[in-house]
């Protein structure tokens, strides 16, 4: 399967932890989206990603969250210190330019407790 | 920020109906996409719609991309059991628009409901 991947599927943290949520583009997609959807929403836009850049960081809270895509391996979504209102489902998207569809991943779903 | 209007909200319909919903907005949007979404799962894009006044099928769904760049609708045609879901409209506008040619604005969803 060559969709994009996200893990984990679901997360579970208390308040004030760290979140770490991963996703790995499809292949020979070098642009990644990450979105977040509360309960009966749709998605919002969080943060524009290429290899080791930041393109667009404006739908991202500017505290506690940060977003990187390294030269290897997937990109990262790390939300600290969580809050409950943080319990949503965060959504990544790949595309291969910027020409062409965004394709999404199967989501985590991020409870804090 | 840029709002998508979809409608209607949920839809409950006999197995073999049509369905129509359909999604607007006060700005220009430059593409128009429809998606599905299963429960615990992620959007899977449906069809893409780039040019005003496109028409594009994929199986038994239509699309179209309105005239005034403002607004789009989705037909499912016979309906089956397996349309269950949450269809979502999402619209990008290009630089030229104000927008960003990448960010995807989502409506809220249609959510559709179909008894065997």
């Known amino acids: 399967n060559a969709g994009v991947m996200q893990n984990p599927r679901h997360l579970v943290r208390r308040r004030g932890q760290e979140a770490r949520l991963r996703c790995s583009p499809m292949?020979?997609?070098?642009?990644v989206y990450w979105y977040r959807q509360l309960p009966e929403e749709g998605l919002k836009f969080m943060v524009y990603?290429?290899?080791?850049?930041?393109?667009?960081e404006s739908g991202m809270p500017k505290e506690r969250f940060s977003a990187e895509f390294p030269k290897e391996g997937p990109s990262i979504l790390r939300i600290q210190q969580v809050v409950r209102g943080d319990s949503a489902a965060y959504f990544c998207?790949?595309?291969?330019?910027?020409?062409?569809?965004?394709?999404f991943g199967p989501g985590t779903r991020l409870t804090v407790t | 920020g840029q709002q998508l209007n979809q409608s209607p909200q949920s839809m409950f319909i006999q197995e073999g109906e049509d369905v129509s919903m359909n999604c607007t907005s006060s700005s220009i949007f430059n593409t128009w996409l429809w998606y599905k979404q299963d429960p615990g799962e992620g959007p899977v894009l449906l069809i893409a719609?780039?040019?005003?006044?496109e028409l594009t099928s994929n199986g038994r769904l239509t699309a179209q991309f309105g005239i005034t760049r403002k607004d789009s609708f989705l037909n499912i045609s016979a309906s089956i059991p397996s349309d269950v879901g949450i269809y979502f409209c999402a619209g990008q506008q290009n630089k030229n628009s104000g927008g960003s040619n990448y960010k995807l604005t989502f409506g809220k969803g249609t959510l559709l409901t179909v008894n065997p």
């Open positions: 998207a790949s595309s291969r330019n910027l020409q062409n569809e965004q394709y």
């Open positions: 990603l290429q290899k080791e850049n930041i393109i667009d």
């Open positions: 719609l780039y040019k005003a006044g």
């Open positions: 292949k020979g997609h070098s642009h």
